[in-house]
């Protein structure tokens, strides 16, 4: 799986847009690039995942350079309940793999 | 559908003692797997299974047993639990293992102290 780079932490205000980056260098040709949000006390729950380009859903979007060895979680407008650990996750979009999760980004969202 | 379920939600252990911890799901999923969450560690993969009768090994896995008798179910037993087990205890299941292609559902943890 491919090694990946986030931020450790990251702090904003309500209503603001909220861009996490991924870095990850040596992202082969067949991966996939996945985040998770994890809110406290719960589980991880997957949000969105991406190729290349752009990939928007209701919670958020994900912005893949051309040559795909970063990527971009944006949340737009957040609020106090988009406080979260966001994981990102780079492997291959099938086979035979478990899955990495990293130490993720803390987003502190504050009033 | 309840998804994917964890029991106890929180538990006490002597050192020496001896646990199961439960996790259900009532989605038809072949993939099942057991992460610990520690503070500033991110969540580390103990035990995983492919289908009933299949378990594998994951990044931690030892002190911890599993066994996979039926699709629903894949308790985590702590033979001898020990102070380095305190965490916290995450069940996921997806419908294959699959890779980053297959949404993981997570349970809602178990915490775990072991004095």
């Not at chain 2, 646990?19 to 009532?26: S, V």
């Not at chain 2, 989605?27 to 099942?32: A, L, R």
């Not at chain 2, 294959?96 to 297959?102: L, T």
Request: aromatic share 10%.
């Amino acid at each position: 799986l491919a090694k990946t780079t986030q931020p450790i932490s990251m702090d904003s205000y309500e209503g603001q847009e909220v861009n996490i980056t991924c870095s990850h260098n040596n992202i082969a040709t067949n991966d996939y690039i996945t985040w998770y949000q994890q809110f406290p006390s719960q589980g991880p729950r997957f949000i969105i995942q991406g190729y290349k380009t752009k990939v928007t859903n209701e919670v958020a979007s994900l912005f893949i350079p051309a040559d795909r060895k970063s990527s971009t979680l944006s949340l737009p407008r957040v609020s106090l309940s988009d406080t979260a650990v966001y994981y990102c996750l780079v492997g291959p979009h099938s086979g035979y793999s478990t899955l990495t999760f990293g130490k993720g980004t803390m987003l502190l969202v504050s009033p | 559908n309840a998804g994917v379920t964890q029991t106890p939600k929180f538990q006490v252990l002597k050192t020496g003692q001896s646990m199961t911890l439960q996790c259900a799901q009532d989605m038809n999923h072949e993939y099942m797997s057991w992460y610990r969450q520690d503070p500033g560690m991110g969540l580390r993969l103990i035990h995983y299974s492919v289908g009933a009768g299949i378990t594998d090994q994951g990044e931690v896995p030892n002190g911890y047993n599993v066994s996979r008798s039926t699709t629903e179910d894949f308790p985590l037993r702590l033979l001898s639990a020990a102070p380095s087990q305190t965490s916290v205890y995450f069940c996921a299941s997806s419908y294959s293992m699959g890779g980053v292609q297959e949404t993981q559902y997570f349970g809602p943890g178990t915490r775990l102290l072991v004095l």
